[in-house]
């Protein structure tokens, strides 16, 4: 595996269920980050992870819970999801110096019924 | 706040014809600028970046992309656009300042005409 990748490609579920995103980054780099990409709707920031820190929490409501175990591994932890939480989940990764040039995986396409 | 303005929602342009992507920035100072461009199903490739120096960037698959300070506009053009350049585009700025946070607009969809 090269570059960034994110599993599942594609997630359907209720508003009552827990489901985990899966980022890995095969770059060599120190920082992480989540995106969210809802249509018509410029990229959301959701989390930054910088050396395995949280460095950014953009106002994410707390049904979204990341995790970053280590430099390479990324998770979003989602439970009691709402409707409007449906979107294209982007994960991307940078060198902790150089957050300007990012790289993102194929992303998430979440639906929340 | 920095913002980025792509006014164009989607483009239609025949195969071979030119291409120009509208991106206007709001910043107080000299911005970092990017182009990305997503195709379907896959996620953010970079395109090409602008940080200081020469104000006509080139990138990667024949785009190029050209700062103008006066109009705070970084346009992106290609000569002669493949059936392959279908896809969305955005322009995304980067403040520095020790932030983490790339702000894009909202996207431009290119559609091309075989």
């Known amino acids: 595996e090269t570059g960034v990748t994110q599993t599942p490609r594609h997630l359907v579920m209720g508003m009552t269920n827990k489901k985990s995103l899966k980022c890995e980054q095969h770059l060599g780099h120190n920082a992480m980050y989540w995106y969210k990409q809802s249509a018509k709707k410029p990229l959301e920031l959701m989390f930054v992870y910088s050396l395995e820190e949280r460095v950014e929490n953009n106002s994410v409501p707390s049904r979204f819970s990341p995790e970053c175990p280590n430099s390479s591994h990324l998770f979003l932890h989602l439970h009691t999801l709402q409707p409007e939480d449906s979107a294209l989940y982007l994960c991307a990764s940078s060198q902790p110096g150089a957050p300007d040039t990012q790289y993102f995986g194929p992303g998430t396409r979440l639906t929340v019924l | 706040a920095q913002s980025v303005t792509q006014p164009d929602i989607h483009i239609t342009v025949s195969e071979g014809a030119s291409l120009e992507l509208r991106c206007n920035y709001s910043?107080?100072?000299?911005?970092?600028l990017f182009w990305y461009v997503q195709s379907p199903g896959q996620g953010l490739q970079l395109l090409l970046k602008y940080f200081s120096g020469d104000t006509l960037v080139q990138g990667i698959k024949g785009f190029e992309a050209e700062f103008k300070r006066s109009q705070s506009s970084f346009n992106l053009r290609k000569p002669s656009v493949h059936w392959s350049d279908a896809a969305e585009y955005f322009c995304?700025?980067?403040?520095?300042?020790?932030?983490?946070?790339?702000?894009f607009g909202k996207g431009t969809k290119l559609s091309v005409i075989p």
């Open positions: 995304a700025i980067y403040s520095g300042a020790g932030s983490y946070q790339l702000t």
């Open positions: 910043y107080g100072a000299t911005p970092y």
